[in-house]
């Protein structure tokens, strides 16, 4: 049986019609991944430093004990995560400066508080190496 012209031409067409189709869907699903994906939590951190040290004030969520906390501090940066949260507050970020992570400590704010609606902090005291006033306490960007 013999094809006609009209029918062997179309053949390539339709795959090529079908090639960008299933492209277009590729192109559509990676930008909902994107969009949908989970986001890192934006997170108020405030913060204050004098010469010898740098003090940041991080959010503690309500119903969060000190145990949940799991935070290291290095010279250079700093991991900070909190138990139930799906991604840390601080995925070892870089500091604006070395810091003396032996005597630099974190400690939940007020330590007891009298009102149990007390909205608390995480209070992260580090220690600079260098007396110095820096213009953030991260490297990537002034806050």
Same mark, same amino acid.
């Given at each position: 049986?013999?094809? %006609?012209?009209?029918?062997?031409?179309?053949?390539?067409?339709?795959?090529?019609?079908?090639?960008?189709?299933?492209?277009?869907?590729?192109?559509?699903?990676?930008?909902?991944?994107?969009?949908?994906?989970?986001?890192?939590?934006?997170?108020?951190?405030?913060?204050?430093?004098?010469?010898?040290?740098?003090?940041?004030?991080?959010?503690?969520?309500?119903?969060?004990?000190?145990?949940?906390?799991?935070?290291?501090?290095?010279?250079?940066?700093?991991?900070?995560?909190?138990?139930?949260?799906?991604?840390?507050?601080?995925?070892?970020?870089?500091?604006?400066?070395?810091?003396?992570?032996?005597? %630099?400590?974190?400690?939940?704010?007020?330590?007891?508080?009298?009102?149990?609606?007390?909205?608390?902090?995480?209070?992260? %005291?580090?220690?600079?190496?260098?007396?110095?006033?820096?213009?953030?306490?991260?490297?990537?960007?002034?806050?």
């Amino acid at each position: 049986m013999a094809t %006609s012209p009209q029918h062997s031409e179309s053949g390539p067409l339709l795959i090529l019609g079908l090639v960008t189709l299933l492209s277009a869907e590729l192109v559509l699903l990676y930008l909902l991944f994107k969009k949908c994906r989970k986001q890192a939590p934006v997170v108020e951190v405030g913060w204050t430093q004098d010469l010898n040290c740098v003090e940041i004030d991080v959010p503690f969520p309500a119903g969060a004990c000190s145990r949940d906390v799991d935070c290291k501090i290095k010279s250079g940066s700093i991991f900070l995560a909190i138990k139930g949260q799906a991604q840390p507050i601080f995925d070892n970020k870089v500091f604006f400066k070395a810091v003396q992570p032996e005597d %630099s400590n974190w400690q939940l704010w007020p330590v007891a508080p009298k009102d149990p609606n007390e909205v608390r902090h995480i209070k992260i %005291s580090l220690v600079k190496k260098e007396e110095k006033i820096w213009k953030s306490p991260f490297g990537d960007k002034e806050l």
